[in-house]
């Protein structure tokens, strides 16, 4: 395994970037009833990593962050052990963020995100039972949320997101009766919006009740509650704790 980061921040200007990469050759294992020692063969592969994270602080209590992750692995695909399959394949990462922080340095902060999420995993056999697969998964989404600081002791906040994911899948496979193939391509949605009240009703208690609805393409619709109160301990508890 070997990665490095670099971070630098100019003025109001922040970046870090990352780069690893990750090489296995093969695992070991024991069997459960012989209890000898071996290799799981086909387990080897190759992955690479990158990432760059980007903030901009704007005025005193704003904050643009520009989020990418890539990562690239290549290699084997083991079955069963000591099944001899001879599988291999390579999955490709690429995700990006961009979020909008404000209110940072006050009580009614909030903020908004977008994102894409996608995914390409392909593998390919030589035995004749599948010949090849490419499934690609592209999932994005909004979310935002503000929070209202109505009184010294209670906090209100709202929220919505909406996310959807597709998945587009095409195989062929050869089962011995000729090469048939097939794919499956659905997308999937959801919508919700949220409220959530925290009220400290004494100095250490707190009351935490919310509601949420949200709408799923195919799941359908529904709304839940939550309540709880929470308790915050000293810190000779927190220590008492640590003792034990």
Not at 204 to 223: D, F, I, Q, V
């Amino acid at each position: 395994n070997y990665k490095a980061v670099v971070s630098h921040k100019l003025g109001k200007t922040g970046v870090l970037a990352t780069v690893s990469k990750e090489k296995q050759d093969y695992m070991k294992f024991k069997e459960a009833n012989s209890k000898k020692h071996g290799k799981w063969e086909n387990a080897n592969y190759d992955k690479v990593t990158a990432s760059v994270k980007i903030e901009q602080e704007i005025g005193d209590d704003q904050l643009a962050t520009l989020l990418f992750d890539h990562s690239h692995k290549d290699g084997g695909r083991p079955g069963a052990v000591n099944s001899g399959s001879t599988a291999d394949g390579n999955v490709l990462e690429n995700n990006i963020a961009l979020r909008y922080d404000w209110g940072k340095t006050s009580d009614n902060a909030g903020y908004v995100q977008m994102y894409r999420n996608y995914k390409n995993y392909r593998y390919f056999r030589d035995d004749s039972v599948f010949s090849k697969n490419n499934t690609k998964e592209t999932n994005y989404g909004v979310d935002i949320q503000q929070a209202f600081k109505t009184a010294d002791n209670n906090t209100l906040i709202v929220g919505a997101n909406y996310n959807s994911s597709k998945v587009d899948s095409k195989f062929a496979s050869d089962y011995g009766w000729g090469l048939s193939s097939g794919a499956y391509d659905r997308s999937i949605n959801s919508k919700s919006v949220f409220v959530q009240d925290s009220y400290n009703f004494a100095k250490t208690w707190t009351l935490n009740a919310g509601a949420r609805y949200e709408n799923h393409s195919t799941a359908g619709s529904k709304t839940v509650g939550s309540a709880a109160i929470n308790k915050k301990f000293n810190e000779n508890v927190y220590r008492f704790i640590n003792l034990l």
